[in-house]
């Protein structure tokens, strides 16, 4: 069992209060908040150890290298890859995707090839591709939602052809916080030797992953979803595809030898790392990955999702509420009444409740749902039963005045 508060001792933050009420954290799938042990590691890195990584003879230069890659293999243990070669550190989600769209999309991806999307990803796996689209003449395929806000198994195996090239797609919806069966996904595409990238964003902070039992050829997360700094994330990719990858930036870092006749590339993960790297803040991820770990993932899930199902039964007691099912793990969307999503949104707030409201960068899924946006409540492992109650109450006021 997890000590709630405990935990939530390790977040300042979670004690400040918001227009005189005290905050209710509920917008973490946007960002989770960070413990003092990250923040207090970064620091002390700043202050004591500063110097530029891989560069450097000098003892500091030295230390803060040992950092960034003892960091590495925090990231190489959490996520189960074979080798620290294939963690390739980015700044996000956002541009682990972008990268593979450039450079996966660049030694494999020709006129008329296909790639495989699915209709609730993030613009942040829609859009690389369509900007690829701009170079190359790809087709995008989508894979559709059924009713129940699952992905719709009948049609996704109909989506495969001998030009597919690729299958992209999201482990956790970010919206309406379906949980993916993306071993089956793999295991179905890999019958049609396309290779496979799981945007793990949504995923990571809650679920346990293990790349090699996935066996995924891709895999993406960002660190400041679980409870790291902003700006580093994590491109996982196998070895022998990212071998056969051409460099996404060019820069310090990712060369070999450099000449104006001919350059030469670092090796892996190097060759994707050009310019100096936020090596503090890799510290700080592996600081929140292994504050994660002591907790450990069968305690995070039962947390989790004990709250999200109290949340669920909550919620539907209110009149007018329409959820956006399935809410299998740690996000609820909703919407009241004829309450505009931005209103009830801007109300909560005013009630100390801080709530994601709008499209979640998921316009599609919004087209598909016949909506312009939604409310959505995201849980992390330091919120409690209190503050769902805490939540529904503030809606309940909120219905009255409407
Ligand atoms: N993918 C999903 C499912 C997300 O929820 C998000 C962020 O909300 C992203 C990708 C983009 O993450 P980032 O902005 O950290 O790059």
């Not at 004591?48 to 293999?73: C, I, K, W």
């Not at 990803?121 to 059924?146: D, F, G, M, Y």
């Not at 316009?363 to 769902?388: D, K, Q, W």
Request: net charge negative; charged share 20%; proline share 5%.
């Amino acid at each position: 069992m997890l000590d709630v508060q405990k935990i939530r001792a390790d977040f300042p933050i979670l004690f400040r209060e918001v227009y005189g009420h005290p905050l209710v954290y509920l917008d973490n799938g946007a960002t989770t908040q960070k413990p003092r042990a990250v923040v207090d590691a970064m620091m002390d890195e700043y202050l004591n150890v500063n110097a530029n990584v891989h560069r450097g003879v000098h003892y500091l230069s030295q230390q803060a290298t040992d950092l960034h890659e003892q960091a590495r293999e925090t990231v190489r243990r959490f996520i189960n890859a074979r080798s620290t070669a294939e963690v390739i550190f980015t700044r996000g989600t956002t541009e682990s995707i972008n990268l593979v769209a450039s450079s996966f999309g660049q030694a494999f991806l020709h006129d008329d090839d296909e790639v495989i999307l699915t209709e609730m990803e993030h613009h942040s796996n829609i859009v690389p591709w369509q900007l690829l689209q701009a170079r190359t003449r790809i087709i995008i395929k989508v894979c559709p939602i059924t009713d129940e806000g699952r992905l719709d198994m009948e049609v996704l195996p109909t989506l495969f052809s001998d030009k597919t090239r690729l299958l992209s797609c999201t482990y956790v919806s970010n919206v309406l916080g379906t949980v993916n069966p993306v071993r089956d996904i793999i295991q179905l595409a890999h019958q049609h030797n396309v290779p496979v990238l799981i945007d793990a964003a949504q995923a990571a902070p809650h679920l346990p992953i293990d790349v090699q039992e996935l066996d995924c050829d891709f895999l993406a997360f960002s660190g400041h979803k679980i409870y790291g700094p902003t700006g580093i994330g994590v491109l996982y990719g196998k070895e022998q595809i990212l071998e056969q990858m051409p460099p996404y930036m060019g820069g310090g870092e990712m060369i070999g030898k450099v000449s104006f006749q001919h350059t030469t590339f670092n090796n892996l993960p190097y060759k994707f790392e050009a310019g100096t790297p936020d090596y503090v803040a890799t510290t700080g991820l592996a600081r929140a990955l292994d504050y994660v770990g002591a907790i450990g993932f069968s305690a995070i899930q039962q947390h989790e999702q004990e709250l999200t199902q109290y949340a669920r039964e909550q919620l539907s007691q209110i009149p007018g509420m329409r959820l956006f099912p399935p809410s299998d793990d740690a996000v609820i969307s909703f919407l009241v009444g004829n309450i505009h999503h931005l209103d009830l949104g801007t109300l909560l707030d005013r009630l100390g409740i801080a709530v994601r409201t709008g499209h979640h960068c998921a316009e599609p899924l919004m087209h598909r749902l016949g909506i312009e946006g939604t409310v959505r409540a995201s849980f992390a492992l330091y919120n409690t039963c209190e503050e769902v109650d805490k939540l529904i109450a503030a809606i309940n006021r909120i219905r009255q005045m409407f």
